[in-house]
């Protein structure tokens, strides 16, 4: 079956521009997870929904970043006013279970901001 | 804060040559520590979840063990198909939702 898809693969923006990033987890996955991952970085966590519901945003750097999942599968990560320190390559990932560390990762979209 | 520090950040080995990765933490309250693997321009892939100290998992040339304050990933007689980067998690008790990664082994295993 299919694994978690994520799209762009790569986005190059403009300092200031806004960005949406897609993320389509595997299906009947009901728990979704945003990571960040820069160069020579472990990935850092950022949001994590359970349902259609943020449970955990606490991962979020600021304001300028936001993330919806409406319909309870895919997910949208979107930043505005972006910034040269948002360049990442920022990870999907989902799992049946809740609350858990056992997840299954998306290829990640790569952001590249001018 | 919870702090994940794995060493060596780098390690060459032949094909056949054992060694063993090394992960130090320090957590609130450990929920599970976890190891990962990754490979360039891909998504890390779950490999193992560990709960206690003492606990063991095994998966063909990899075993991943627990103490109170560390984690090694042991690879016995690895090929040139284990070359990734491994990355070790760890999940906090009290609530917490996300993982606290650390940085990676970057491992190359040489024909």
């Known amino acids: 079956g299919a694994g978690v898809s994520q799209t762009p693969s790569n986005k190059v923006t403009e300092k200031g521009k806004y960005v949406e990033l897609r993320c389509d987890p595997i299906s009947g996955h009901t728990a979704l997870y945003w990571y960040r991952q820069s160069l020579g970085q472990g990935p850092e966590f950022l949001i994590y929904?359970?349902?259609?519901?943020?449970?955990?945003d606490s991962g979020l750097p600021n304001d300028r970043f936001f993330a919806v999942r409406p319909e309870g599968s895919v997910s949208t990560l979107k930043i505005q006013r972006t910034e040269r320190g948002d360049s990442a390559v920022y990870l999907c990932?989902?799992?049946?279970?809740?609350?858990?560390?056992?997840?299954?990762f998306g290829e990640g979209s790569r952001l590249t901001v001018l | 804060e919870d702090q994940v520090t794995q060493s060596p950040e780098a390690l060459r080995l032949q094909e056949g040559e054992s060694s063993s990765l090394n992960c130090s933490y320090t957590v609130s309250g450990l929920r599970g520590l976890f190891w990962y693997r990754q490979d360039p321009g891909k998504g890390p892939e779950f490999l193992f979840t560990?709960?206690?100290a003492g606990e063991e998992k095994e998966k063909e040339r990899l075993k991943a063990t627990l103490t109170k304050k560390e984690s090694f990933l042991h690879i016995t007689a690895p090929k040139p198909e284990d070359s990734a980067t491994y990355l070790c998690?760890?999940?906090?008790?009290?609530?917490?939702?996300?993982?606290?990664f650390g940085k990676g082994t970057h491992l190359i295993i040489q024909p």
């Open positions: 990932a989902s799992s049946t279970r809740t609350n858990t560390g056992e997840l299954f």
């Open positions: 998690a760890v999940q906090a008790g009290g609530g917490a939702d996300g993982l606290t």
């Open positions: 929904f359970q349902g259609t519901g943020a449970a955990d």
């Open positions: 560990l709960y206690s």
